[in-house]
């Protein structure tokens, strides 16, 4: 995401960096803006009014220090149009509502402000799927949703002129242990038709047994385990606020306000 940074004309006062913490990129958007604000938002931290669940406050280190990146914010209480660049690297596919985070995107950015995002696409460990199929085994992980659809979505949540592209990348481990841990670093099975206990030594023996019979045998001797990684890169605009021809049609406040900043005149 970062190469494509420099093709984007808008200059951005403040960027809303969602989930620095998983996706990264602080470096590389400070790079490109230099003088821009950045925003964290992070979905896991405590919105401002959240009762604490000490019965002491906590206290803070006496020594003084500085952060390398500002302390992040909840999205409860991100302001609306809080940032004209929206950058979300790797965490859409960790939603269980996409389309409501896609809203909630439309919500944080400014009128002409623009989103850039990467998830990960349905491509994703297939054969990993497959093997699971075979097996008898519920599935490995959650439906990602195919780029084309993501388009469609895009428009639905209220952005204009999606563009979206994917490559696919493939990982290789020596063996099928450092490969499974690896994989756990990437979250858990959120997907409702994953197993529902917990699973067994033995399940886990026969898991890696499974995937070393399915390693690329390239050198004739070894073989390494090697699953695929479909990376799908969204980009769109909020455009100025349309509403729609009606014998009577309400307009809020807010959006006359963008409207008449962004030049729109009413049909």
Same mark, same amino acid.
């Given at each position: 995401?970062?190469?494509?940074?420099?093709?984007?004309?808008?200059?951005?006062?403040?960027? %809303?960096?969602?989930?620095?913490?998983?996706?990264?990129?602080?470096?590389?958007?400070?790079?490109? !803006?230099?003088?821009?604000?950045?925003?964290?938002?992070?979905?896991?931290?405590?919105?401002?009014?959240?009762?604490?669940?000490?019965?002491?406050?906590?206290?803070?280190?006496?020594?003084?220090?500085?952060?390398?990146?500002? =302390?992040?914010?909840?999205?409860?209480?991100?302001?609306?149009?809080?940032?004209? +660049?929206?950058?979300?690297?790797?965490?859409?596919?960790?939603?269980?509502?996409?389309?409501?985070?896609?809203?909630?995107?439309?919500?944080?950015?400014? %009128?002409?402000?623009?989103?850039?995002?990467?998830?990960?696409?349905?491509?994703?460990?297939?054969?990993?799927?497959? +093997? !699971?199929?075979?097996?008898?085994?519920? %599935?490995?992980?959650?439906?990602? #949703?195919?780029?084309?659809?993501?388009?469609?979505?895009?428009?639905?949540?209220?952005?204009?002129?999606? %563009?979206?592209?994917?490559?696919?990348?493939?990982?290789?481990w020596p063996d099928a242990t450092a490969a499974l841990a690896e994989l756990r670093t990437l979250?858990?099975?959120?997907?409702?038709?994953?197993?529902?206990? +917990?699973?067994?030594?033995?399940?886990?023996?026969?898991? =890696? =047994?499974?995937?070393?019979?399915?390693?690329?045998?390239?050198?004739?001797?070894?073989?390494?385990?090697?699953?695929?990684?479909?990376?799908?890169?969204?980009?769109?605009?909020?455009?100025?606020?349309?509403?729609? +021809?009606?014998?009577?049609?309400? #307009?809020? #406040?807010?959006?006359?306000?963008?409207?008449?900043?962004?030049?729109?005149?009413?049909?």
């Amino acid at each position: 995401m970062a190469e494509r940074l420099p093709i984007v004309r808008l200059k951005p006062q403040t960027v %809303v960096a969602w989930a620095l913490q998983v996706g990264g990129g602080a470096a590389e958007i400070k790079r490109a !803006y230099p003088q821009a604000r950045l925003l964290p938002v992070e979905p896991m931290a405590a919105p401002t009014g959240a009762a604490s669940t000490h019965d002491k406050p906590v206290k803070r280190p006496w020594w003084p220090f500085r952060r390398k990146v500002p =302390a992040a914010v909840a999205p409860a209480d991100l302001p609306e149009a809080a940032g004209e +660049l929206l950058w979300s690297n790797m965490t859409l596919h960790g939603s269980a509502e996409p389309q409501a985070l896609l809203r909630a995107w439309h919500r944080a950015l400014a %009128v002409d402000g623009f989103l850039m995002f990467s998830t990960l696409g349905p491509g994703t460990l297939q054969s990993l799927r497959d +093997l !699971y199929r075979a097996e008898g085994w519920p %599935v490995p992980n959650a439906p990602l #949703v195919d780029m084309h659809d993501l388009g469609d979505m895009l428009i639905e949540a209220g952005f204009a002129d999606p %563009v979206m592209d994917q490559e696919t990348v493939t990982l290789t481990w020596p063996d099928a242990t450092a490969a499974l841990a690896e994989l756990r670093t990437l979250g858990g099975n959120v997907a409702l038709q994953r197993f529902a206990g +917990l699973r067994t030594p033995r399940w886990r023996a026969r898991l =890696a =047994a499974a995937l070393a019979q399915r390693a690329t045998r390239a050198d004739g001797a070894g073989g390494r385990i090697a699953l695929d990684f479909e990376i799908v890169y969204g980009h769109a605009f909020r455009p100025a606020p349309r509403p729609r +021809l009606a014998p009577e049609t309400l #307009v809020s #406040v807010d959006d006359m306000r963008a409207m008449v900043r962004a030049g729109v005149r009413r049909p």
